[in-house]
């Protein structure tokens, strides 16, 4: 079967809609990595399948959004990624985190967290500080 | 003094970040699962807790960060809680059964709401109507398809 057929078999729109079996979701998601034709029919049908479930949707009452809020554990507490496209060769490689940016400082009501640069121009600042006091006292 | 200031406000930003990938895919996608509860589990409050389970599932995030396509994630996780819900309820429900007989014209629209809204295994399907698999899911793809020209 070609990829073209695999496209108009139907197994594409079953998979978005979650009819399909496991093995099948797997199969899915191995032919969209290896072929990008897939991957781009799959990315088109998503948009088509959401106007179809549109047709459906109910707004929800608003505490559900407290509730899910409230559930949401604080320990997953974490950056947001930017998207990671499944498909792509880069978005299947593990992603190191990326090397902060500030240092660490323990942050409460009386901690602050400041840019890492800002140690060397206070080691500076007391440094010349106490030449210029030197120098005061000597001259 | 900026950075001082912009380090404060993304400590700020990065304590409220806890839910964001949760509640922003709620934003975004929560009407069309709790109209697709409503659809298999008809009762408000029970839908309710269905839909507040599936986004803050760790199920979500897992899918989410191993496919990348929200929808689909969406769609597979609320199915498989409605209908887990539903069969619960429904305790003399046998697996896989539809409520179409037999003798019913089986249209790519019937065939889709016997898998997608009934949740009739394809398998199930083809083996109960006699129809084979593949043609089923052309038969999803063709409603799909009409949908689209609507």
Known sequence: MNTREYINSGILEAYLLGVISEEEEREVQEMAFAYPEIKESLLHLEEEIEVLCLESAVPPPARTWTEIQARISPTEIQKHQPYKDPFSEQGARTQEPPKPEYLEVEFNDTHLRVHKLWRPAFIAVFILGKIFLACFLYY | ?150
């Open chain 2, 1 to 150: 003094m900026n950075e001082l200031k912009q380090s404060t406000d993304s400590a700020k930003a990065h304590a409220a970040l806890g839910s964001v990938d949760s509640l922003a895919l709620y934003n975004r996608f929560g009407a069309i699962a709790y109209g697709m509860i409503l659809q298999i589990v008809p009762q408000e409050a029970l839908a309710q807790q269905i839909l507040v389970d599936v986004f803050s599932s760790a199920e979500l995030k897992h899918c989410y960060t191993k496919t990348g396509s929200a929808l689909a994630c969406i769609i597979k996780i609320t199915r498989e809680k409605a209908f887990g819900a539903k069969q619960i309820l429904e305790k003399d429900v046998t697996n896989g059964s539809g409520s179409v007989s037999k003798k019913e014209v089986l249209t790519p629209e019937v065939l889709f709401n016997l898998s997608y809204k009934q949740g009739v295994p394809l398998d199930t399907i083809a083996s109960q109507y006699g129809i084979a698999k593949p043609d089923i899911l052309k038969a999803i793809r063709e409603y799909v398809k009409s949908f689209r020209k609507l």
